[in-house]
């Protein structure tokens, strides 16, 4: 087996990379800086411009599936030109690819799944939503979400099976959003965001690369929330933080007001709610390693202070 993975050297992409490796599965990836292309036993590095629709089809020799993880962080602030950068990356990605499969043979591929995003679940405190749902967030990033899905169906019209995964909140220490509740908690001034009301459908990166392999192996169809079976709201993730890492939490919830003033609209997704069914994937025969908040978080967090302590040892 080899897979093509876009958005490789993210914080998703570099876990899928890391799984495929234990398992002697061959990668290629596809990156838009020259510098960070690399041959070696089992991975491959190529070049691509999705602004200009530049491709090396040779990325696809040997392919048998294809992941899909392109796109600009949001946790940038949402200015005009942010926005329509988010935005583009992740239409401009999914039509080069579509345009060079329709370049070569496709018969030796049997999966093409892209990641997405719960965003374009309606904000609610009471509602818990499954993959059939309708309804799409009035925000940005319910746009996004739902324009980058209507791209990705575009490829059902391959011999090959499509996928979209709606990812949550990545617990991982290595990036995402978890090293920014950890460290404020750390230094005494963690503090949860509003009400604290808010659900937070997470999900371990260990589960989440293995879910993507999972949906590649079996050629699922359709679409999958990629979250952990039991949400959280935003005041049980801040504490289950703190007690993790042994801290009080001394400061009262933080105003919405006061973060829209520091982050403009992007403080959106620290108050939206979203409270996301991990059924779907489960009924396939999918096993989660992290059902729980606080296994997850001593896992993620816990591990990233051994490997301190090591690097402290060895070279302090």
């Known amino acids: 087996m080899c897979i093509l993975i876009t958005g490789a050297t993210g914080l998703i992409g570099n876990a899928i990379v890391q799984k495929c490796r234990d398992n002697n599965i061959n990668v290629n990836f596809l990156t838009t800086r020259k510098n960070k292309l690399k041959k070696e036993e089992g991975l491959k590095g190529f070049y691509w411009n999705p602004k200009k629709g530049e491709i090396d089809l040779a990325c696809f020799e040997g392919v048998t599936a294809v992941i899909n993880l392109a796109g600009s962080s949001i946790s940038q602030r949402w200015t005009k030109a942010n926005k329509k950068k988010i935005l583009d990356s992740r239409l401009n990605s999914l039509q080069t690819l579509r345009s060079a499969l329709k370049k070569i043979d496709t018969s030796e591929i049997s ?3 892209s990641a997405s995003a719960i965003g374009i679940y309606p904000h609610s405190f009471d509602h818990y939503y499954s993959e059939e749902e309708k309804e799409v967030d009035n925000s940005f ?3 996004v979400v739902s324009k980058w899905e209507q791209e990705i169906q575009e490829f059902t019209k391959f011999p090959f099976s499509v996928a979209t995964l709606r990812v949550g ?3 991982s220490m290595d990036g995402g959003a978890l090293p ?3 460290r404020p908690v750390k230094a005494y001034v963690g503090a949860a965001f509003g009400s604290g009301e808010q659900w937070q459908s997470w999900i371990h990166i260990d589960d989440l690369a293995r879910q993507f392999l999972f949906i590649v192996e079996h050629s699922l169809e359709g679409v999958f929330n990629g ?3 039991n949400p959280v709201t935003n005041n049980r993730l801040v504490k289950e933080v703190a007690e993790v890492m042994n801290r009080p939490i001394l400061l009262p ?3 919405q007001g006061l973060m829209r003033l520091i982050l403009g609209e992007m403080s959106l997704i620290l108050f939206v709610s979203q409270r996301v069914s991990s059924k779907k994937i489960e009924e396939e025969g999918f096993d989660f390693y992290y059902k729980n ?3 997850a978080l001593e896992n993620v967090i816990q591990s990233e202070e051994k490997e301190s302590d090591i690097y402290h040892k ?3």
Request: glycine share 4%; charged share 10%; proline share 8%.
């Open 227 to 229: 979250v952990a079976p």
């Open 141 to 143: 990033l319910g746009e």
């Open 253 to 255: 919830n933080i105003p």
């Open 314 to 316: 060895e070279f302090v």
């Open 111 to 113: 999966s093409f799944v």
């Open 293 to 295: 908040i606080c296994n």
């Open 169 to 171: 909140l990545v617990l």
């Open 180 to 182: 920014a509740i950890v």
